[in-house]
C-alpha cells in the first residue's frame, strides 16, 4: 500500500471490501458508505437536516482558506538543509556552526511582497528569502529579502509603506504592482527610500528564477561566542547559478505566459534532482570598523559595500525536497524574527526591533490559536519542554501534574518537569554601554541616519551604463502611469541628488521639465562604487539552470534536434521541444517525437535561448503563424540566443532579427551562446531612458 494511504492516526487501516483502498471516512472515523450523494427523503425530496456527512464536509470545506499574508502572501516553499563549511566557534556558540560538515534541516519559503496569494509571480517587486533553520537548540529564522536594504528606517513607518504599495484603498488595483500614485506619492515624500527604490526599479526585482537570486539579511546582527565576545554581521545568501534577471519586456510577457513561472521553475528543479543551491556569505565587523563608516550600521537603508568588509562564504543551503502539501507547509510556515538561538544576537536596527514585536501577532492572527509553534512545518525539532499550557488547538498531551515552576514534585518521586540552564540557556548580548543605551525617552530618528541619499548614488553608480539604462526607464515606466501630476515632479526632484543624469532621463522620458533639486538632509557623499551590487558585473556564463527551446515541425532535421538536445543537457540545461501540436510531429528520417510544449501557449519568453530547426516546407507554415513571428522576434527582444538551421532563415528575417554574435548556428556556438545574454544588442533595439 502506497505510504499515503496509511492510516496516519494510528490504528488499524480498514480496507475496501475489494481490497484495493482503505475506506473512507468522516474526520470523526466513521466510514462512509456514499461519497457522491446527500441523503435525501425520496430521490426527488428535500436534502436531510441529519446528513452528518454532507455537513462535516461542507462545513470542512467552508473553512479552508486562512487569511493570507498581509504582506507576502505569494509564495513558494522547499526543504533542504544547510552545511557549514568549517566550525566558526571563534565567532559564535550558535550550534549549527561548530563543526565542520554539520548538517541543519531548513524549509525556505520565497515569496512576492505586494501581491495577494493568487497574483502571479514576476511582477517587478522585491522577493522574500525566508530561511527557517531547525537547530539542535531551537528554531533560528533568518527572515530576509533579496535586496540587501529596506524602504524605510523605522518601524513605525511600514503600515503606510504597505498601505501606498498594494492595491489603492478605493479602486483595489493595480493587483502586485507599485507603478501607481500612492506608492509614488509616498516614495515622493520620503527621501530615506531612495536608496531602496534604485534597488527596486533595477533587474534585481525580476528575476529570471528564484534559482538565480541572492538573499539578505537586510539588518545588522550580533554573533556571540562562549566568551560572550559580540561581533557584528550581515548575511547574505549567493546563489551557485550566479545572478541572473529578466528584461522587462521578458518579465511583463512572463506573467501571461505562465502566472507561476518562478514556482514551476523551482518545483521541477528539485523534481528532476537540480537542487538549487545558495552559499551563506558572513560580512563580520566590530564596533571600530562600525564607527569608521560614513553610515550607521544600524540603519536598514544602508549596505556595507563588499568592498569594504569582504563577504566570507561559511556554508551552503541546498533545496532538495519539494513540499508534500502546499498548505500544510508552504502556507501555514510561521517565520519570526524572534526565533533565535543562543550565538546569535539582535542589533538596535529600529526597524528589526520593530519586526521583533510584529511577527507575533501576524502568525496569531493568520494560525488562529498560540499553538502554531505546534503544526508539523512550524515544530522545532528539538525537544521543547517548559509549563506552557493549554489553549486554542493543544495537540500536546502532557503528562503529571508538573505545570509550574519552582516545583518539588520530584522529592515525591512525581516528574518536576524542566529548569532554567543560566550556562547552556538564552542569554541577550548587553551591548548597553557599547550602544550608548543610557537616554531619555525620545520619539527621535538618529542624526547619523539623515543621508538619504548617497548609497543611492553609490548603487546607481556601481551598475552597467545598460542597467542604469534599465532602471531609469524603469522608473519612467512607473512614473508614466502615476495620475496625481506633482508627484512625478518631487521624485525628480529628490533623485536629482542621486545623480543629474539619472533626474534627466526621468524628466526627458516624462517629456517634463528639469524641477529644482530638493534639499537634502545631509550632504551627498560619493562613495567608490561596488561591482557587486551589479547583476551584469555577476552572472555566469553557464547552461546550468537554463532552459533552451528547440522550435520543430514536421520535417525538421532529426540530428540537428538530437544533437542540441544532447548538448544542451551535456552542459547542464535542460530543453524542451516546441511545435504547432503536441503528438505526431515527424521529423526527418520518420522520426517521431511529442513535443514537450504547443506552440502558441509556450512563447520563447519561458527560456534563455531558442534554437528554431526548421524544414523548408515547416519554414513556410510558421510565418503564418504569428505565435511563431512572435517565439523569434522576443527572443531577440530579450536578448537570447537564436540558433537556426538556413532554412529557418526566412522566419527569423520576417521576425526581424538582425546578426549579431548571440545568432548562431546549431552547433558549438548556440551551446556556447546559449549561456549567455547578449545587453549590447538592446541598443540596436529599444530605445531605453
Ligand atoms: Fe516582514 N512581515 N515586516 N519584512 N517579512 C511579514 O509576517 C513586518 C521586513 C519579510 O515567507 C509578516 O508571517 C514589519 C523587512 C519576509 O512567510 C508580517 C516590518 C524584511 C516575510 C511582517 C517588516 C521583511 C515577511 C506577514 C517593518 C526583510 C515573509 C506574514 C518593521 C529583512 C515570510 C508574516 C514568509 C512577512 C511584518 C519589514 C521580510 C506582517 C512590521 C525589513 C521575507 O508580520
New binding site residues.
Partial sequence: MPDEMKNTAGGETHLTTDQSHPVLTTNQGIPVADNQNSLKAGARGPVLLEDFILREKIFHFDHERIPE?????R?S?AHGYFEVYESLSDITKASLFQQAGEKTPVFV???T?AGGAGSVDTPRDVR???VKFYTKEGNWDL???NIPV?F?QD?IK??DLIHAVKMEADRAYPQAGSAHDTLWDFVSLMPESSHMMMWAMSDRTIPRSLRTMEG????TFRLVNKEGKSTFVKFHWKPKLGLQSTVWDEAVKLQAADNDYHRRDLWEAINRGDYPEWELGLQLFDQQLADSLPYDVLD?TKLIPEEVVPVRKVGRLVLDRNPDNFFAETEQ?????TNIVPGIDFSNDP??Q??L???L???KS?LGTTNFHQIPINAAKCPVMNFQRDGMMQTRVPQGRANYEPNSLSKAGEAGGPRECPVTGYSSFPGRKENNEEGDKLRIRSESFADHYSQARMFYNSQTSNEQAHIASAIVFELSKVELEHVPVQVIANFRNISEDLAQRIATGLGLALPEKARAAAEVKDLAPSDALSIQKNMQHTLKGRSVGILVTDGSDADVVEAIQAAVKNAGGTVKLVADRINGITLSGDKKVKADGKLEGTPSQIFDAVAVVLSKEGTLKMMKQGAAVQFVMDAFGHLKAIGYNEEAMPLLQKAGVEADEGITGTGDDFIEAAARRFYAREANIRNLA
Wanted: aromatic fraction near 18%.
Fill in positions: 499574508r498581509i504582506v507576502h502572501a509564495g516553499g519559503r520565497f515569496s511582497v522574500g528569502f525566508a527572515v530576509g529579502n529596506f524605510i518601524a511600514f503600515p539578505f539579511g537586510v539588518h536598514a510556515v510561521a517565520y519570526m524574527p526597524l528589526l520593530g519586526r514585536f510584529s511577527y501577532d501576524t502568525q493568520r
